[in-house]
Every structure is written in structure tokens, then in C-alpha cells.
């Protein structure tokens, strides 16, 4: 089974059970795992056979939603995967949309927008110029250290 066929499966076991709403957000929520996952080196199919039947995970949710009711459904995984907040986490985020495509983020600073291309243009030159800065520091010592190193050799070849 395949990303989509399982989150087709899912989305068809929870229709009429739940709200719309509370669908696309669980449906959304696994198709963010299962990316997640495929980038951490798994295959698509070997998350999906770990997260299991898409039915059996349908019943959990409708039967979650039942117990809990429907107060907290746009809370009820992480925000981590809700649309709404993304930008709000710490470290790097991507995210994908049809509408606007790859969003990746650094924290709150989008990295795709045009300041933050220019942030990452001037970090990259910065890096450049202290190793820059470094090699030619060290060039001079390495220099005088291999010269060194090819007299004593010169003076030890002789004497054999």
C-alpha cells in the first residue's frame, strides 16, 4: 500500500464519523509522518506498515473523538503540524503546499523569502572569509613546517 492509497483508506473510514475539519487535520497529520519518516531513510511502504491499518486507526480516532468530544479537535495533535503555526518551532521546518509550494523555515525566519536568501548569501560569504582568514594564518606555518621536514630528509637520505 502506498501513501496515497492509505491516506485515501483512512480519509474514507472517517468520512461521516467526524467533522471535516477534524479529517483533514488527521489525514494531513499522517501524511506529514509518513514524509517525515521517508526523509529519515525509510520507504513509504515500511512506514505505513508500521503505523498499520488505516481502518483500525480511523476507529481510534472516531472513538477518541467520542470520548473526548469535539472542543479540542483542531488541538489534538502537536502543533507542530498545524498549518496555522508553522514558523513557531524551533530549528528547521518545511513544509509543503499546493497553493505556495516548499516553505522552509529557521524558527520564525522564512529561509525561501528574500531576506532570507540574503541572510544565507551573507552567512555563506561571512564562512568564506574566516576560512579564508584560517588557511592563510596557517599557510605560512605549514610552509616552513614542510620545508623543515624536506631538509631533515635531504640531510638523512645523504648519510645512507
Given at each position: 500500500m502506498n501513501r496515497q492509497e492509505f491516506l485515501?483508506?483512512?480519509?474514507?473510514?472517517?468520512?461521516?464519523?467526524?467533522?471535516?475539519?477534524?479529517?483533514?487535520?488527521?489525514?494531513?497529520?499522517?501524511?506529514?509522518?509518513?514524509i517525515e519518516e521517508s526523509r529519515k531513510g525509510k520507504?513509504?511502504?515500511?512506514?505505513?506498515?508500521?503505523?498499520?491499518?488505516?481502518?483500525?486507526?480511523a476507529k481510534t480516532l472516531i472513538d477518541t473523538t467520542e470520548q473526548f468530544g469535539?472542543?479540542?479537535?483542531?488541538?489534538y495533535y502537536s502543533k507542530h503540524?498545524?498549518?496555522?503555526?508553522i514558523g513557531?518551532?524551533?530549528?528547521?521546518?518545511a513544509s509543503y503546499s499546493d497553493r505556495t509550494g516548499w516553505d522552509v523555515?529557521?524558527?520564525?525566519?522564512?529561509?525561501?523569502s528574500w531576506y532570507g536568501k540574503l541572510l544565507m548569501i551573507l552567512i555563506a560569504i561571512l564562512i568564506i572569509i574566516v576560512a579564508a582568514h584560517i588557511v592563510?594564518?596557517?599557510?605560512?606555518?605549514?610552509?616552513?613546517i614542510v620545508m623543515i621536514l624536506l631538509i631533515i630528509s635531504l640531510i638523512l637520505g645523504s648519510r645512507r
Open positions: 485515501h483508506e483512512l480519509r474514507i473510514a472517517l468520512q461521516g464519523e467526524i467533522s471535516q475539519r477534524a479529517i483533514d487535520e488527521h489525514v494531513r497529520y499522517y501524511e506529514n509522518y509518513i520507504s513509504e511502504e515500511e512506514v505505513i506498515s508500521q503505523l498499520g491499518n488505516p481502518r483500525l486507526i469535539t472542543v479540542n479537535e483542531e488541538e503540524y498545524n498549518e496555522e503555526n513557531d518551532e524551533k530549528g528547521f521546518h523555515s529557521f524558527g520564525k525566519l522564512k529561509l525561501n592563510a594564518f596557517l599557510l605560512p606555518v605549514i610552509i616552513i
